[in-house]
Protein backbone atom coordinates (compact mmCIF):
# COMPACT_ATOMS: atom_id res chain seq x y z
CA UNK A 1 0.00 0.00 0.00
CA UNK A 2 1.17 3.34 -1.02
CA UNK A 3 0.81 6.14 2.16
CA UNK A 4 0.93 9.69 1.49
CA UNK A 5 0.58 12.01 5.00
CA UNK A 6 -0.27 15.68 4.87
CA UNK A 7 -1.28 18.24 7.83
CA UNK A 8 2.23 18.95 9.27
CA UNK A 9 3.19 22.35 9.98
CA UNK A 10 4.52 25.04 12.56
CA UNK A 11 2.61 25.07 15.46
CA UNK A 12 2.37 27.08 19.25
CA UNK A 13 2.63 25.14 22.27
CA UNK A 14 -1.21 24.37 23.23
CA UNK A 15 -2.30 24.24 19.70
CA UNK A 16 -4.01 21.52 17.84
CA UNK A 17 -2.57 20.02 14.40
CA UNK A 18 -4.58 17.38 12.07
CA UNK A 19 -2.57 14.71 10.57
CA UNK A 20 -3.51 13.19 7.33
CA UNK A 21 -2.82 10.04 5.76
CA UNK A 22 -4.27 8.84 2.33
CA UNK A 23 -3.61 5.15 1.20
CA UNK A 24 -3.55 3.55 -2.27
CA UNK A 25 -3.46 0.54 -2.47
CA UNK A 26 -5.05 -2.27 0.08
CA UNK A 27 -7.37 -0.40 2.55
CA UNK A 28 -7.16 0.85 5.88
CA UNK A 29 -10.39 -1.64 6.46
CA UNK A 30 -8.24 -4.50 5.38
CA UNK A 31 -4.92 -3.13 7.32
CA UNK A 32 -4.40 -1.54 10.55
CA UNK A 33 -3.08 2.13 10.40
CA UNK A 34 -0.89 3.68 12.61
CA UNK A 35 1.24 6.96 13.52
CA UNK A 36 5.13 7.39 14.40
CA UNK A 37 7.23 10.12 14.99
CA UNK A 38 10.82 10.11 15.19
CA UNK A 39 12.87 13.22 16.51
CA UNK A 40 16.19 14.34 15.20
CA UNK A 41 18.64 12.37 17.17
CA UNK A 42 15.81 9.64 18.27
CA UNK A 43 14.10 6.07 17.34
CA UNK A 44 11.43 6.21 15.48
CA UNK A 45 8.37 5.62 17.90
CA UNK A 46 4.56 4.71 18.64
CA UNK A 47 2.45 7.47 18.76
CA UNK A 48 -0.87 5.73 17.59
CA UNK A 49 -2.53 2.76 15.82
CA UNK A 50 -6.23 1.51 14.75
CA UNK A 51 -7.27 -1.75 13.60
CA UNK A 52 -8.30 -3.10 10.89
CA UNK A 53 -11.69 -3.61 10.87
CA UNK A 54 -14.11 -1.87 13.25
CA UNK A 55 -11.06 0.25 14.57
CA UNK A 56 -10.22 -0.50 17.88
CA UNK A 57 -7.22 2.47 19.17
CA UNK A 58 -3.86 2.40 20.99
CA UNK A 59 -1.87 5.32 22.37
CA UNK A 60 1.31 5.86 23.54
CA UNK A 61 1.20 7.27 26.86
CA UNK A 62 3.29 10.49 25.93
CA UNK A 63 -0.13 11.06 23.73
CA UNK A 64 -2.99 9.66 25.25
CA UNK A 65 -5.60 12.20 26.05
CA UNK A 66 -3.88 14.56 23.68
CA UNK A 67 -4.25 12.55 20.20
CA UNK A 68 -7.03 10.78 18.74
CA UNK A 69 -6.43 8.39 15.96
CA UNK A 70 -9.66 8.02 12.72
CA UNK A 71 -10.06 6.66 9.86
CA UNK A 72 -12.74 6.69 6.76
CA UNK A 73 -13.10 3.77 5.21
CA UNK A 74 -14.75 5.25 2.22
CA UNK A 75 -11.91 7.69 1.48
CA UNK A 76 -9.02 5.13 2.85
CA UNK A 77 -7.73 7.82 5.34
CA UNK A 78 -6.99 7.55 8.62
CA UNK A 79 -6.01 10.88 10.66
CA UNK A 80 -4.46 11.92 13.91
CA UNK A 81 -6.09 14.77 15.79
CA UNK A 82 -3.34 16.14 17.91
CA UNK A 83 -4.05 18.96 21.00
CA UNK A 84 -2.32 20.79 23.94
CA UNK A 85 0.90 20.23 21.60
CA UNK A 86 3.87 20.78 23.37
CA UNK A 87 7.59 21.00 22.55
CA UNK A 88 8.41 17.28 22.98
CA UNK A 89 6.19 16.64 20.37
CA UNK A 90 7.89 17.75 17.58
CA UNK A 91 9.16 15.43 14.71
CA UNK A 92 8.57 13.90 11.53
CA UNK A 93 5.37 12.16 11.65
CA UNK A 94 4.89 9.04 9.41
CA UNK A 95 1.96 6.77 8.72
CA UNK A 96 1.96 3.10 8.66
CA UNK A 97 -0.05 0.14 7.68
CA UNK A 98 0.17 -3.72 8.44
CA UNK A 99 -1.95 -5.86 7.18
CA UNK A 100 -1.75 -8.46 10.13
CA UNK A 101 -4.87 -9.24 12.52
CA UNK A 102 -2.24 -8.34 15.37
CA UNK A 103 -1.77 -4.35 16.18
CA UNK A 104 1.84 -3.68 16.45
CA UNK A 105 3.76 -0.68 18.47
CA UNK A 106 6.65 -1.55 17.39
CA UNK A 107 8.11 0.04 13.76
CA UNK A 108 9.67 -3.18 12.59
CA UNK A 109 6.59 -4.90 12.25
CA UNK A 110 4.89 -2.26 9.38
CA UNK A 111 6.30 -2.92 5.89
CA UNK A 112 4.42 0.40 4.29
CA UNK A 113 5.40 3.54 5.38
CA UNK A 114 4.62 7.20 3.90
CA UNK A 115 7.19 9.95 3.29
CA UNK A 116 6.70 11.37 6.58
CA UNK A 117 5.19 15.17 7.71
CA UNK A 118 7.01 17.69 9.70
CA UNK A 119 5.10 19.04 12.78
CA UNK A 120 7.27 21.58 14.98
CA UNK A 121 6.01 22.99 18.09
CA UNK A 122 7.05 26.13 19.53
CA UNK A 123 7.24 27.23 23.15
Known amino acids: VQLVESGGGLVQAGGSLRLSCAAS????????GAWFRQAPGKEREFVAA????????YYADSVKGRCTISKDGAKNMVYLQMSSLIPEDTAVYYC?????????????????WGQGTQVTVSS
Open 50 to 57: ISRGVGVT
Open 96 to 112: AADPSTVVHTTAVFYND
Open 25 to 32: GRTFVMCN
